[in-house]
């Protein structure tokens, strides 16, 4: 599917976990002609994120009243915690000459094309599943056991991108970068 034919201000990046999206995210918001939603969700902070600029952390609670408020355009359980993407922003940016990003897990971004099909939809792989595997790995943040159940929906989540309109692998960070900047046309 062309750009051309789809809004450019709304774009999805999304992807198993590992594939690298928030490493490409955090590139592409470099530009400023880029923006990007913070998401909430009702895991714990790793080491190095910041509150309301990596996520905004809030406990399963409020999480839910905020599901009954209707303020999440998509939210998921993933792995035993809660994500979504709150709405309010999406609504503040329509009609901005701006790109802006939200960087999203497959079955958010599935509810999003719902609603939103005007929007662009990227997914991210990466290069194989060895790859994959050591990325998260790497992250040293979950023990094994989380890393392994986190592999397996990584599987099942690939099986998805048939449903994007782009599929970039994510070999080198760089790279996965300006493929999507001239997506974007940026």
Do not use: W
Not at 56 to 68: A, G, H, N, S
Not at 125 to 135: F, G, H
């Amino acid at each position: 599917m062309s750009v051309n034919k789809k809004s450019c201000s709304l774009v999805i990046i999304s992807g198993p976990s590992g594939s690298g999206k928030t490493s490409i995210c955090n590139e592409l918001t470099k530009n400023s002609k880029v923006k990007q939603s913070v998401s909430y969700t009702t895991r714990s902070p790793r080491d190095g994120e910041r509150e309301g600029i990596d996520y905004c952390f809030v406990e399963r609670d409020d999480f839910e009243k905020l599901i009954k408020k209707n303020k999440f355009i998509e939210y998921a359980e993933y792995c035993g915690h809660l994500y979504g993407t709150p709405i309010g922003p999406i609504r503040e940016v329509v009609g901005e000459k701006i790109i802006f990003l939200l960087a999203i897990d497959v079955k958010g971004a599935m509810q999003i094309m719902e609603k939103r099909p005007d929007a662009i939809y990227i997914f991210i792989m990466a290069p194989d599943d060895e790859t994959l595997k050591l990325r998260l790995k790497n992250r040293l943040t979950e023990d094994d056991n989380i890393i392994n159940k986190r592999f397996m929906v990584a599987k099942e989540e690939m099986k998805s991108s048939k449903h994007y309109d782009y599929c970039v692998i994510n070999d080198k960070l760089d790279d996965a970068v300006k493929e999507i900047e001239g997506i974007l046309q940026i």
